[in-house]
């Protein structure tokens, strides 16, 4: 959006028309309310951006069917022209009718009032998508336009209710000439009978819309132009539009090329959109810095928040405890259009903050920020900080920054969403993340979304009861660009299948990039291959199978006594984690919970989603442990409350301490190109996770693939050779791979005999021959847990031995020994690498 500058923020108010309680559609739901309908159109106007038009920033909905609309207001408007610009006004408001039709848009309600000028004198046209949020009227009871400036055409049509089946047929829509007609008049009006009153203005409208022939209207133009006193040039030029607008009717696109406007049209520069994120167009052609960049922030009285976007800044209203209605209310003006003008603390925000310096990538908020308030407010509660109006207006004008220079400054965008993600750029944050990245609009536009295929059937009947407690989701908007999102991606993808649970995981995108539906199929299309590799296939049991059982293998390593138990009771993930990780959770958690934990699950790689399965497990232990199996199958059915900010922080403290050869997949996501991995990761953790296992170059020392029945009989998961080697930190060629801070702690457990031990192992490893615990035919002789291994109670356990005997490792679980794990390969895998370490003879 453009910058508010000058401009105000101003509101108005309707309702839409009320429906029948007890009527259903054909689809035996519900009708959609009239008002929800109107906000779903209402996102596109959002987009429309033009120099002559007032920009639509948003739209809320309240009782009743009450709809209040914000958009950028003027306190001037025709009623303070000038009649010497009255060729440069006429032209104005038809450079913001022809931008408005080619969107397909009429304004229809055409008055003085609705056409504004800025500080600069220009027009701003108002109201102009009123006609297309109602549907042509149709959700209204009120009628669209002003009679006296309405066209012949549309009076004759009388006061009909589009919507109304006893009206008959239904009137078709307004088109553009009707308002070059409703201009005609205007113009008319305020320069030739401005001094009229009522009713002798109406009788002389009226009159006006009688007459038919041209001599008249010249007669009568060029009366009451000497009467009031116009000049000769103006009264030509008069005379020369009204006979167009009254008489001729062409469109707004055919009057502006019109000989009348040959000595205005130079002084207006064609308009042309600006350059979005996502384009095959060069960004930053324009921009320009000052000599000296010092002095970008040293005026005093510059208005810093005046250049932020009209979106930003009414987000940052809101945040301020900015209140529609009660503003509307504290005016006694439920009906009128009151400016929203209070923004309070943020006059009070150094000019530094307006221009944050990014060049340097070691710095951090808390080291970059002047002040020591907002310093703190980075360690607050995540729902605290979305609240905070200062905080919020830095890290949008930071993120802003970061994403015009996106992908140049990508990994930057990576590092300061690891602090948070302002809510305002969640969806084009998100799309940095994910890597999306080229001309999306033209690939999105080349999909045929059009011919029928057999997926639409489902598509249809999923739509309706996906998110609909949803107001923009639940919208006809909403089911249609649902629709379109969802077959790109099904023709697309002629590989994979539709099933139930694509449309969970389109809403949070779709929602978030509501009006670039190209957007949201990118980033569908960007996260489904990171997250949910060939879950779409047709045949997706192996996927799933082996993605649950690895997600058992979570449970036992991190909570081994909640997996005994559900083990124990029977209640597999297979009866509970399906629509968990088929839909990542959207299918369990509303949008706004999904928002958080989302924002952190892209920061992940391909197994961050494990954790937060075990994170959520773990806020319902209690519950679970003290449970059956039909009781934890009603406790699922409907899931009890989960505070996500609980679990995202304990997600990420699970993530850390999971080596990452032990969620190894063997239908994950193959290897990217070399150089393509993110610089993903969390905190400490972020050096020793910067991508996923499957990404690493394979080497003998990496973990083999696995037959599911083979995975299936281990309860505890495998570590690779190269995790142990790293994680050991073992030195390779004289040096250690990365840091402590980087790894989380671990205990090597040698189970060979004492004589195999003797003739090398893993330095730092422990001694506990499986012979000391376990009889030749696998009965427990000894408890292993009781001895050595409980002072280091708490470490990473990896168990080594000459074979994979997985029942040391099964009944440490059953002890509930957490963070069990087993070296895929054995000591075998070591043996080449020259680590063993043979202890010294002893004299």
């Known amino acids: 959006m453009r910058p508010l500058r000058d401009a105000q923020l101003g509101a108005f108010t309707f309702f839409a028309s009320a429906l029948p309680h007890d009527v259903c559609g054909s689809n035996g739901l519900p009708l959609t309310p009239n008002s929800i309908k109107i906000l779903g159109r209402f996102q596109l106007l959002k987009t429309i951006s033009h120099p002559r038009l007032c920009q639509y920033v948003d739209i809320s909905r309240g009782k009743h069917e009450r709809l209040v609309v914000v958009t950028e207001h003027y306190e001037s408007s025709l009623n303070d022209f000038q009649k010497q610009r009255v060729l440069q006004i006429a032209y104005e408001a038809l450079e913001g009718l022809e931008f408005m039709n080619k969107h397909g848009m009429v304004h229809r309600a055409l008055n003085a009032q609705n056409v504004l000028m800025d500080g600069k004198g220009k027009v701003k046209l108002a109201k102009f998508g009123l006609y297309y949020m109602t549907d042509h009227g149709a959700d209204v009871d009120f009628p669209i336009g002003y009679p006296s400036y309405l066209a012949p055409e549309v009076i004759a049509q009388g006061s009909v209710h589009p919507s109304d089946p006893s009206q008959g047929e239904n009137p078709l829509p307004s088109g553009p000439k009707t308002d070059v007609w409703s201009l005609g008049v205007l113009l008319f009006e305020l320069c030739a009978v401005s001094s009229l009153k009522p009713p002798c203005l109406d009788l002389m409208i009226d009159y006006l819309i009688e007459l038919s022939v041209r001599s008249c209207i010249d007669d009568i133009v060029t009366v009451l132009a000497e009467e009031h006193g116009c000049l000769d040039a103006i009264r030509v030029s008069l005379k020369s539009i009204t006979s167009h607008c009254l008489l001729h009717w062409p469109t707004p696109a055919e009057l502006l090329v019109d000989p009348v406007f040959e000595g205005v049209s130079c002084l207006y520069a064609p308009f042309q959109q600006p350059v979005g994120l996502f384009s095959s167009s060069l960004r930053c052609a324009h921009l320009e810095l000052p000599e000296d960049i010092s002095q970008l922030c040293k005026d005093d009285d510059e208005e810093y928040l005046g250049e932020r976007a009209i979106d930003e800044v009414y987000h940052l209203w809101c945040l301020a405890g900015g209140d529609l209605e009660k503003e509307l209310t504290n005016k006694e003006i439920i009906q009128s259009k009151p400016p929203v003008c209070t923004l309070p603390k943020l006059k009070d925000v150094a000019g530094e903050a307006y221009y944050p310096l990014l060049e340097d990538e070691q710095s951090s908020l808390s080291q970059s920020n002047s002040s020591n308030e907002l310093s703190c407010t980075v360690t607050l509660p995540l729902i605290i900080r979305e609240r905070d109006t200062e905080y919020q207006l830095i890290r949008i ?392 291994l409980q002072s280091f109670r708490g470490r990473v356990i990896v168990v080594i031995s000459h074979a994979m005997k997985s029942a040391f490792a099964t009944h440490l679980v059953k002890v509930n020994y957490p963070r069990v794990t087993t070296l895929d390969g054995g000591i075998n895998k070591m043996k080449p690498t020259g680590l063993l370490t043979v202890p010294s003879p002893q004299i």
């Open 397 to 788: 004008i930071l993120f802003d920054r970061l994403l015009k220079a996106y992908p140049y400054k990508k990994n930057l965008v990576w590092k300061e969403a690891r602090v948070d993600i302002p809510p305002l750029i969640r969806g084009l944050a998100w799309a940095a993340l994910l890597g999306v990245e080229g001309d999306i609009q033209a690939k999105y536009d080349s999909i045929d979304k059009d011919t029928p295929i057999p997926t639409d059937r489902q598509i249809e009947v999923d739509i309706p009861r996906c998110h609909q407690y949803d107001e923009l989701l639940s919208s006809p908007q909403g089911h249609r660009k649902f629709r379109r999102v969802l077959k790109a991606w099904v023709v697309s993808h002629p590989d994979l299948v539709y099933w139930q649970g694509l449309d969970s995981l389109c809403a949070p995108f779709l929602w978030l990039n509501f009006n670039n539906e190209a957007l949201a199929y990118a980033c569908m299309s960007a996260f489904i291959p990171k997250y949910l590799y060939n879950f779409f296939l047709k045949d997706n049991s192996h996927v799933i199978q082996e993605y649950l059982t690895v997600f058992s293998q979570m449970i036992a390593f991190h909570d081994p006594e909640l997996s005994n138990h559900l083990n124990e009771i029977g209640f597999i993930p297979d009866l509970y984690a399906i629509p968990w990780f088929l839909t990542m959770f959207t299918h369990v958690f509303p949008l706004h919970k999904i928002f958080h934990l989302w924002d952190t699950l892209l920061l992940g790689n391909s197994s961050f989603p494990f954790c937060i399965g075990v994170a959520i497990l773990q806020q319902l232990r209690d519950r679970l442990l003290a449970n059956g199996f039909n009781e934890c199958i009603l406790l699922f059915s409907d899931l009890p409350e989960i505070d996500i900010e609980r679990c995202v922080r304990e997600s990420i403290n699970l993530f850390c301490w999971t080596p990452k050869s032990a969620t190894y997949r063997q239908h994950a996501q193959p290897p990217k190109a070399q150089g393509d991995s993110s610089t993903n990761g969390f905190g400490k953790a972020a050096n020793y996770y910067s991508s996923d296992y499957q990404d690493m170059p394979k080497t003998d020392l990496s973990r083999e693939p696995l037959a599911l029945s083979d995975l299936k009989a281990e309860v505890s998961p495998r570590i690779s050779a190269e995790d142990l080697i790293d994680l050991c930190e073992l030195s390779v060629g004289g040096q250690t791979k990365r840091s402590k801070a980087s790894k989380p702690k671990i205990l090597a457990v040698d189970i060979r005999s004492i004589e195999d031990f003797g003739r090398g192992h893993i330095s730092g490893s422990i001694s506990i021959p499986y012979s000391t615990a376990f009889s030749p035919d696998g009965e427990l002789v000894q408890c292993p847990a009781t001895g050595t």
